[in-house]
């Protein structure tokens, strides 16, 4: 069975950085579709970030330009860069394997001064 662990969230100040990473287990080779989500506070999932075979990572224009995913398909892991982080930046993070509908159990980012 696939399973998910996303690491790297924290505590932020407004414009800084924060690089999340999500690593898969109980699969045989590298994902190879994999997505980020996030959910801020009062906010339905919303997508950020995915991935498909063509390694050519695509995102809503609500995060265009900020939000970087790149892919470590020999180790099964996922990144999301995240710069210039804004307060509406405050979410949940998820990584999401839609091969085997498996979610991450998330990590926290949080933007304060």
């Known amino acids: 069975q696939v399973q998910l662990v996303e690491s790297g969230g924290g505590l932020v100040q407004p414009g800084g950085s924060l690089r999340l990473s999500c690593t898969a287990s109980?699969?045989?080779?590298?994902?190879?579709?994999m997505r980020w989500y996030r959910q801020r506070p009062g906010k339905q999932r919303e997508l950020v970030a995915q991935?498909?075979?063509?390694?050519?990572?695509v995102y809503p224009d609500s995060v265009k330009g900020r939000f970087t995913m790149s892919r470590d398909n020999n180790k099964n892991i996922v990144y999301l860069q995240i710069d210039g982080l804004k307060s509406e930046g405050t979410a949940v993070y998820y990584c999401y394997h839609p091969g085997s509908n498996t979610w991450g159990q998330g990590t926290q980012v949080t933007v304060s001064s």
């Open positions: 991935i498909s075979v063509d390694n050519r990572p």
């Open positions: 109980g699969v045989t080779s590298a994902i190879f579709d």
